[in-house]
């Protein structure tokens, strides 16, 4: 069984620019979660997707975020535009429905704004 | 409110000796906890969960953690330090009906030939 896959691993981008994130969670997990480590902190929650329904957004540090689910299955996050404050790792996580407190990473999208 | 304190940031041990990497919680609800790992360049791997059932949680690749409510841990520990084992380990607290893991700062191990 293919784990959770995320896309790019690693990205480099200017100050202003756009970055788009990609996430495959595992086959028939409805939860999707987004969690980020900037440099030096610990690794926070960002949001929550019950298939294509955000279920909580709490974490979502700004509107320069925006995460989507188009039919439930795999999730982008885009940065727009991307602040130098935004480096790091952006993990993502599934699980079934029925099983909340287990979750699968990811092996993180490392973002650098430069 | 839910947190996890890591009380060290980094641990050095010798090859073959114990590990002991600690975590205090503190959560209003009964918790559920978690330690997980991460190698380098590598994605975040559970290690082992307590969820209300025996203290002693037995994970894998001989790690084990013992949930104290007493003294609101939940640390790890190994008998004997493997050169793989080298890696940064997180402790997680989960409130029974969330849906959020409040990550501790992370531990690094470092383990020495």
């Known amino acids: 069984e293919a784990g959770v896959t995320q896309f790019p691993s690693h990205s480099v981008i200017e100050k202003g620019q756009t970055v788009t994130l990609r996430c495959d969670p595992i086959s028939g997990h409805d939860n999707l979660y987004w969690y980020r480590r900037v440099m030096g902190k610990e690794i926070k929650f960002l949001l929550h997707f019950v298939k294509e329904s955000k279920q909580d957004e709490s974490g979502m540090p700004n509107n320069r975020f925006l995460a989507e689910r188009t039919g439930g299955t795999y999730s982008t996050l885009k940065v727009q535009p991307a602040e130098l404050e935004d480096s790091g790792v952006y993990f993502c996580a599934s699980s079934h429905l029925s099983t909340l407190n287990t979750i699968y990473f990811g092996e993180g999208s490392w973002l650098t704004v430069v | 409110a839910q947190s996890v304190t890591q009380l060290d940031s980094h641990v050095s041990v010798s090859e073959g000796t114990p590990v002991l990497l600690r975590c205090n919680y503190s959560s209003s609800y009964s918790p559920s906890l978690f330690w997980y790992v991460q190698h380098p360049n590598k994605g975040l791997q559970l290690l082992l969960k307590y969820t209300s059932a025996a203290t002693l949680v037995k994970g894998i690749n001989g790690f084990e953690a013992e949930f104290k409510k007493s003294e609101t841990s939940f640390h790890l520990t190994k008998p004997s330090a493997h050169m793989s084992d080298a890696a940064e380990y997180f402790c997680?607290?989960?409130?029974?009906?969330?849906?959020?893991?409040?990550f501790g700062t992370g531990t690094s191990l470092t383990v020495i030939p």
């Open positions: 997680v607290v989960i409130r029974n009906t969330g849906n959020q893991f409040y």
